[in-house]
């Protein structure tokens, strides 16, 4: 088998590198040369290559870009696409513009991983077909086909209206990827009762033997749905629409976006990005009345992520990913992140548990403990910064307290992460529920511009950007009372009020986190 690189210099046409985009490298290269359409299509994926790879030095020049977190080698980036776990690699395909660090011009990126921490980066997977009509592509799924070996499916933006296309590994390591002669797989066509507004953002799933796939979008009434497909041949290139299996219960939704519908711990859940932070509902499918019935339902994250994908793993852990918005400046060379893996599971009270890869404990360095406090002052941290930073805190106790981080010199934080009358907060605006407890645990993952939160072993989950100057790396502790009751408070002659204890730091770890490893080996044409 020819090199790829070896290839690109065979198949030299016009000043132009080719590779490969309808028949194998051997085919091409006794032929000699490719079609004019070919030669189009191949050169679009060498400018974008390009593209991604000139940006590189400015993006790596950049102090403030996050150092653990995913990201592409360079540009922008959002939604993860097609995760799936295959013969001992994480694959993550995600959004991708080579040409600028804001969307517009979408081609799926491609990366993988052993340990869900290192990662080595592929070459551009898809990128958009201009002979064929393909102005962009959008998000999707992936799924093993009755081959063994994954398929992607995607939405192909360009035509009248949305269409879902399939891609298949031309090599055993998944390094380059073919687009199925015959796309698209599915068009507006397949609807039992008309048109799908907004249809887009395929995610597959396997039950009894069968393969199905959700998509998003909007009846032509206006209201958000989950549409469900049924595979008809091994290989998912034909396929049945079975109808809505969800619909929105809340009026103001349009349409829904990257739909996720999967099994977990004896239940199933759907996840929905509703245009503002990702929920979730946890109930039961019936797959005979193509219905999904809800029984629980809560925000996945309320800060700045989006658009999620679920992958299974060889230890059958079930993992969340999601677009971390960073909201970078202009003139930095890069945009976006993918938050940290984190594990699901279905708790005791029947919401989600989200919880950090524990594989992030190898990047842990440099430990530091400090002893329990009363906090009756805030608490500095002396001699730690609050870069590139796990902290793990427990407390006790009522009232509001927690960590002041990226301060300033003169004592201002850039961000306040606090819990609060049963919930926790990010700042003043968001704010997610974790009831009261005895005790309180908090494990806070800073990566320069981005800031993960879990509280309570994965009761709540927050991601978000941090707006603070690079040199601003200081930390605190901090416990405010719950203000005395008024004498003769009463909260009626059944209900017995909370013991008012004041609150106190139980324990604290802090680590610097080493950067993970970002391989470029591989990125090239």
């Known amino acids: 088998m020819i090199s790829r690189r070896k290839f690109a210099a065979l198949c030299a046409y016009g000043g132009v590198s080719l590779i490969s985009s309808g028949r194998s490298f051997d085919a091409l290269a006794q032929t000699g040369a490719a079609s004019p359409t070919e030669s189009t299509d191949d050169a679009d994926y060498v400018k974008a290559m390009k593209g991604v790879l000139d940006a590189v030095p400015l993006a790596e020049s950049d102090p403030d870009r996050p150092t653990y977190h995913f990201h592409p080698p360079a540009q922008w980036t959002n939604d993860p696409n097609g995760t799936f776990y295959y013969r001992g690699w994480h694959h993550l395909f995600y959004q991708l513009d080579p040409f600028s660090p804001t969307p517009g011009h979408q081609h799926w990126g491609h990366a993988r991983s052993r340990d869900l921490v290192n990662w080595e980066h592929l070459p551009i997977a898809i990128w958009p077909s201009a002979s064929k009509g393909e102005r962009a592509i959008f998000s999707g799924g992936a799924a093993i086909a009755a081959d063994g070996k994954p398929r992607l499916i995607y939405t192909s933006i360009g035509h009248p209206e949305p269409e879902q296309w399939l891609a298949y590994p031309v090599d055993d390591e998944l390094i380059r990827w073919e687009k199925y002669a015959n796309n698209p797989v599915m068009d507006e066509s397949i609807h039992k009762n008309g048109a799908i507004r907004s249809w887009r953002d395929p995610f597959m799933f396997k039950e009894a033997g069968a393969?199905?796939?959700?998509?998003?979008?909007?009846?032509?009434?206006?209201?958000?749905?989950?549409q469900?497909?049924?595979?008809?041949?091994?290989?998912?290139?034909?396929?049945?629409?079975?109808?809505?299996?969800?619909?929105t219960l809340e009026r103001k939704d349009r349409n829904y976006e990257c739909p996720n519908l999967f099994k977990l711990d004896g239940k199933w859940v759907l996840i929905l990005s509703p245009n503002r932070p990702c929920e979730y509902y946890i109930g039961d499918l019936d797959l005979e009345r193509v219905e999904f019935i809800p029984q629980?339902?809560?925000?996945?994250?309320?800060?700045?992520?989006?658009?999620?994908?679920?992958?299974?793993?060889?230890?059958?852990?079930?993992?969340?990913?999601?677009?971390?918005?960073?909201?970078?400046?202009?003139?930095?060379?890069?945009?976006?992140?993918?938050?940290?893996p984190r594990i699901l599971s279905v708790g005791p009270d029947g919401y989600l548990r989200q919880r950090p890869a524990p594989e992030l404990e190898t990047l842990r360095t440099?430990?530091?403990?400090?002893?329990?406090?009363?906090?009756?002052?805030p608490l500095i941290l002396k001699g730690v910064s609050g870069l590139s930073t796990e902290i793990v805190a427990e407390f006790s106790g009522t009232g509001t307290f927690g960590l002041e981080l990226r301060r300033s010199r003169a004592g201002m934080p850039g961000v306040i992460v606090q819990i609060q009358r049963g919930y926790l907060m990010l700042g003043d605006q968001i704010r997610a529920y974790i009831g009261n407890a005895e005790r309180y645990k908090l494990q806070v993952y800073l990566d320069r511009r981005c800031i993960?939160?879990?509280?309570?072993?994965?009761?709540?989950?927050?991601?978000?950007?941090?707006?603070?100057?690079i040199e601003d790396q200081g930390m605190a502790v901090f416990a405010i009372p719950q203000p005395a009751r008024p004498a003769g408070f009463s909260l009626g002659p059944t209900v017995q009020a909370p013991?008012?204890?004041?609150?106190?730091?139980?324990?604290l770890k802090v680590w610097s986190m080493r950067p993970a490893q970002f391989s470029m080996e591989r990125f090239h044409v």
């Open 366 to 377: 440099d430990e530091q403990s400090f002893p329990a406090s009363d906090l009756e002052k």
């Open 228 to 247: 469900l497909y049924k595979a008809v041949n091994g290989d998912l290139t034909a396929w049945e629409h079975l109808g809505a299996v969800f619909q």
């Open 211 to 226: 393969t199905y796939m959700v998509c998003g979008g909007g009846s032509l009434a206006g209201k958000a749905q989950v």
């Open 499 to 507: 013991t008012d204890k004041p609150p106190k730091l139980e324990s």
């Open 296 to 340: 629980a339902h809560d925000i996945l994250d309320p800060g700045n992520s989006y658009a999620s994908n679920i992958s299974v793993d060889d230890k059958n852990r079930t993992i969340l990913w999601l677009w971390g918005r960073t909201n970078t400046p202009a003139g930095k060379g890069w945009n976006g992140v993918i938050t940290i």
């Open 452 to 469: 993960e939160i879990f509280a309570n072993d994965g009761s709540a989950a927050i991601y978000n950007q941090i707006e603070a100057p």
